[in-house]
């Protein structure tokens, strides 16, 4: 059986800058509180009314698809991984294919929606296709566009200071070397915590989104016997429209999940922490990153942090952050490169690389 590999990288950051001292304007938070809990200096917003999710995704697309020498009319299948879709339907996967104008063709998309582990998930997906031999070109994608969603009142600033918008894309192919490429993936998840990290609304709960499913919750839903409303006043009005989560909570199921889904696959590839060349990890948090750093024994160079720069970017940290690492040259053939994630669900995974 063949083994896939990513033929081609591609990244897109919106040009607008935000920092912390811009946020300072307008809730209350301090640089100072954002940096040392998080890391995190300054986002990139997508621009207002005219940047999307797909547009942005279209944008590290075509660099991927030039990257990987191939045209875009080469893509047989587009998987597209967001948690800040365009639409609440259609998904993104068939806007970002409307986009790069190949709609002509009778390729197929898909959507994932895997929140922080969207790209491993996806990578997954896309190395199964490619082993059976089903396609040869895979387009895979993931973005966000947090900043439309956000709380931007002091209510909302432990998830607001975080989120940034941007987007990555990988071409994936067959690779005929059966010792490189993805030499596995580990997908891994929990419902049992979904509600520690999620937007509720709008969504189809009708009010019944706790973990026991009793007495549903007030959302001001119209009393009518047929027909319901998405969005309510009481939403708007108190703020219930913008994502929630238990920092803390998260924080401490972060440090175990990470070195524990990097290690199973560096296992399972007959490898040990000492052979990472590179680590990816998903751009949770810059104090996580520095954890799994110390208890895997990596030194600064292998291990890629952009959060500084562009904060939390979802599903689309990990590609962006793979894209910057690979174009920064730190990336060498040969190489074993880990990517690891862990998020929202919770949802956990990694995929361990021989370049
Ligand atoms: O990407 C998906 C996975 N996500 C993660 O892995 C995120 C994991 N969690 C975290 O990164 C951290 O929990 C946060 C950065 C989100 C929060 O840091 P923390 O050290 O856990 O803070 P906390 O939520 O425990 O809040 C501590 C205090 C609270 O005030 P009191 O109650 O002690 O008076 C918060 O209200 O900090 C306050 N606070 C803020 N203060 C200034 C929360 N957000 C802010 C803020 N600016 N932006």
């Not at 709960?205 to 319901?228: I, L, R, S, W």
């Not at 924080?251 to 490898?271: H, Q, R, T």
Request: glycine share 10%.
């Amino acid at each position: 059986m063949l083994n896939s590999k990513i033929g081609g990288l591609g990244h897109y950051v919106p040009d607008k800058v935000v920092t912390n001292h811009d946020l300072e304007k307008i809730m209350d938070t301090t640089d100072e509180w954002i940096v040392e809990r998080t890391g995190i200096s300054e986002r990139r917003y997508g621009k207002k009314h005219q940047e999307t999710t797909s547009s942005m995704g279209a944008k590290a697309a075509l660099l991927a698809i030039k990257n990987a020498g191939i045209s875009k009319e080469d893509v047989d299948f587009i998987i597209f991984a967001t948690l800040s879709p365009d639409y609440y339907f259609p998904g993104c996967g068939v806007l970002l294919q409307r986009e790069l104008g190949i709609t002509d063709s009778a390729i197929g998309a898909l959507d994932i929606r895997n929140q922080c582990s969207g790209f491993i998930y996806g990578l997954s997906v896309a190395d199964q296709y490619i082993k059976t031999g089903m396609y040869k070109n895979i387009l895979l994608v993931g973005a966000e566009m947090h900043s439309m969603g956000l709380d931007y009142t002091t209510r909302g600033r432990n998830v607001t200071v975080i989120f940034g918008d941007g987007a990555g894309a990988a071409i994936i192919q067959p690779e005929e070397n059966s010792q490189k490429g993805i030499l596995n993936t580990f997908l891994h998840s929990d419902g049992t915590y979904a509600e520690k990290l999620i937007m509720v609304n709008p969504g189809a709960h009708g009010g019944y989104h706790n973990d026991k499913m009793e007495a549903p919750v007030d959302y001001g839903y119209p009393d009518a016997e047929y027909g319901e409303v998405f969005v309510t006043q009481k939403m708007l009005d108190d703020g219930l429209l913008s994502p929630h989560m238990e920092g803390q909570f998260v924080f401490k199921m972060a440090v175990v999940k990470f070195p524990e889904v990097i290690l199973n696959g560096l296992s399972k590839a007959g490898l040990t922490a000492k052979d990472i060349d590179m680590l990816i990890p998903h751009q949770a948090n810059l104090r996580i990153s520095q954890f799994v750093q110390r208890k895997l024994g990596l030194r600064d160079e292998q291990i890629w942090n952009n959060i500084q720069r562009y904060g939390n970017t979802t599903a689309a940290s990990v590609p962006i952050a793979l894209s910057e690492a690979m174009e920064s040259g730190m990336i060498k053939e040969g190489n074993i490169v880990c990517l690891a994630a862990f998020g929202s669900g919770f949802t956990w995974a990694s995929a361990t690389i021989r370049w």
